[in-house]
């Protein structure tokens, strides 16, 4: 079974930086996986904070734009989401997901906190 081992959550003040990093056993990172981050904060849906392709194409929900970048290590089967600029409405769960975009494979880790707040 694939798994997604995430890191880097905690407690953050408003304005600092995080990094997460999501690391998948096995090797799984090739040309037809999507890697990416999505969020789900209290009473709302989960959305997507963004994602990139084997070959380095990325995109970005609205609300982080200019302010998280996303980026993979093929080799590493790792993906990472640099966060500068937080807000407490960043305040959420982060989830790491891979998934294969010929509809045979989807993983999600088990989700890290990152807690915005003064």
């Known amino acids: 079974q694939v798994q997604l081992v995430e890191s880097g959550g905690g407690l953050v003040q408003p304005g600092g930086s995080l990094e997460l990093s999501c690391a998948a056993s096995?090797?799984?990172?090739?040309?037809?996986?999507?890697t990416g981050w999505y969020r789900q904060a209290p009473g709302k849906q989960r959305e997507l904070v963004a994602t990139?392709?084997?070959?380095?194409?990325?995109n970005y929900g609205d609300s982080v734009k200019g302010r998280f970048f996303i980026n993979r290590d093929n080799a590493k089967n790792t993906v990472y989401l640099r966060m500068l600029s937080l807000k407490p409405e960043d305040t959420a769960v982060y989830y790491c997901?891979?998934?294969?975009?010929?509809?045979?494979?989807?993983?999600w880790g088990q989700g890290t906190l990152v807690t915005v707040s003064a």
């Open positions: 096995g090797t799984i990172f090739n040309g037809y996986t999507m």
């Open positions: 990139v392709t084997h070959g380095g194409t990325t």
């Open positions: 997901n891979v998934r294969d975009q010929r509809g045979n494979l989807e993983v």
